[in-house]
């Protein structure tokens, strides 16, 4: 069956370390997103990208990076992380077209100190 | 421009009872709607959508909503809580035109008091 998967599902980092989330999906989706989820946000868009070599910002990208070198990962980078980047980030993805809907992994909870 | 307002952060219902979780939206162009929902430590799923055509919509377990134009409004009921659907539901606009990206609303909730 076709999935997406995140990994690790928990990490705990410290303060200024590099840090990457793994995003995997077999749906052969061109869209892919990374949401981060707080209290109170609900879900904010980090970045997205509609196929390979494509990415693009969202609303909350500071501190963030992706890049975009297949169809099946979208790996999510915290260049430097920082203890408001504490959270629990989901990656999803999607067919073409507005109206598709996404498919969401089962999240992986970040904790800086 | 696109948003949704999720009325109500927390809603309980005994079991049994009427479900109504509200959604309004605000869009510049028809729009695309969505209800997700999202079971503790899990990610979101898919409850319903509507994109065209009949307005009243039927997802899974025995939820439902209605594209109200005129209100601006995606509410979600559900005519008996189960305990199961305790959850977080997530309703999600889209504008239909161009490439546009999802915004989704801040949450709902539901606690379901056996």
């Known amino acids: 069956d076709a999935e997406i998967t995140q990994s690790p599902r928990h990490k705990i980092t410290e303060t200024g370390r590099q840090v990457t989330l793994a995003c995997h999906q077999t749906?052969?989706?061109?869209?892919m997103f990374w949401y981060r989820q707080d209290l109170g946000h609900g879900l904010r868009l980090i970045h997205y990208?509609?196929?390979?070599?494509?990415?693009n910002k969202g609303e909350v990208s500071d501190g963030y990076s992706v890049s975009r070198s297949n169809t099946e990962d979208l790996p999510l980078t915290l260049e430097s992380a920082a203890s408001s980047q504490t959270s629990v980030y989901f990656c999803a993805s999607s067919f073409s077209g507005n109206q598709e809907t996404q498919y969401f992994g089962p999240g992986t909870r970040l904790l800086v100190l | 421009a696109q948003s949704v307002t999720q009325l109500g952060s927390h809603v309980s219902v005994s079991e049994g009872a009427l479900v109504l979780l509200r959604c309004n939206y605000s869009?510049?162009?028809?729009?695309?709607l969505f209800w997700y929902v999202q079971y503790p430590n899990q990610g979101l799923q898919l409850l319903l959508k509507y994109t065209t055509g009949a307005t009243l919509v039927k997802g899974i377990n025995g939820f439902e909503a209605e594209f109200k134009k005129s209100e601006t409004s995606f509410h979600l009921t559900k005519p008996s809580a189960h305990m199961s659907d305790a959850a977080e539901y997530f309703c999600?606009?889209?504008?239909?035109?161009?490439?546009?990206?999802?915004?989704f609303g801040t949450g709902t909730k539901l606690q379901v008091i056996p």
């Open positions: 749906w052969n989706h061109n869209n």
């Open positions: 999600a606009v889209v504008n239909s035109g161009g490439y546009q990206k999802v915004t």
């Open positions: 869009s510049s162009v028809p729009p695309y």
């Open positions: 990208s509609y196929g390979v070599h494509d990415t």
